[in-house]
């Protein structure tokens, strides 16, 4: 599976686990199989969504205020 910028990821029951390495795969794998709920989503420190490692790349005026760029199509 793939999800934007966070691949690879793998899809488990109902939950996402994202930016994965071969090793975070099996600290899921191993949380699971003791029972516990290991955290859903990302797995890169820093990261908290999909965005881009270091900050959005576009559209970065909407980062700090609510730019409207439409009127600059």
């Known amino acids: ?11 488990i029951n109902d939950d996402n686990y994202e930016d994965l390495t071969a090793e ?3 600290g899921v794998l191993d949380a699971l199989a003791r ?3 290991p ?3 990302t ?3 820093g990261r908290h969504t999909v965005e ?5 790349t576009t559209l970065q005026a909407m980062v700090a ?4 760029y439409r009127g600059e199509w």
């Open 24 to 26: 975070r795969l099996n």
């Open 1 to 11: 599976m793939g999800n934007c910028a966070s691949a690879p990821m793998v899809q």
């Open 65 to 68: 205020e609510n730019h409207d």
């Open 39 to 41: 955290k859903a989503g």
């Open 52 to 56: 881009p490692l270091g900050g959005p």
């Open 35 to 37: 029972g516990e709920t």
């Open 43 to 45: 797995l890169e420190p």
